[in-house]
């Protein structure tokens, strides 16, 4: 059975740092984070395929994603945060067959594994 587990997440005040890790249980190629806010869309943060990242604008420069194929392992560091981060953190991962690409933050795929979800809560 796929396994996607997600750690970190918690509460911060503003401009402050917290660490998503996701480990995995097979090997993905393509990875990557969203979030819900109650009453608003679920978003996607940040992603990366095959060593190529991509960003929503809300927080490029401010949340690098990483992962660590040895350890099946992705990682998104959230830095400067702000209260509008304030969400649901879920990871998503995809095989690269059929197909699975990432844009604007986005993981794009037919079929896409979740995490958890973990909470992530920024206070003004």
């Known amino acids: 059975q796929v396994q996607l587990v997600e750690s970190g997440g918690g509460s911060v005040q503003a401009g402050g740092s917290l660490r998503h890790s996701c480990a995995a249980s097979k090997y993905y190629y393509c990875m990557g984070w969203f979030r819900q806010a109650p009453g608003k869309e679920h978003e996607g943060v940040a992603s990366?395929?095959?060593?190529?990242?991509s960003y929503a604008e809300s927080v490029k420069g401010r949340f690098p994603i990483s992962k660590d194929n040895a350890k099946n392992t992705l990682y998104l560091q959230m830095n400067n945060l702000k209260p509008e981060d304030t969400a649901m953190y879920y990871c998503a991962a995809a095989s690269l067959l059929p197909w699975c690409t990432v844009e604007v933050g986005r993981l794009l795929a037919p079929r896409i594994d979740w995490g958890q979800g973990t909470q992530v809560t920024v206070s003004s």
């Open positions: 990366i395929r095959s060593g190529i990242t």
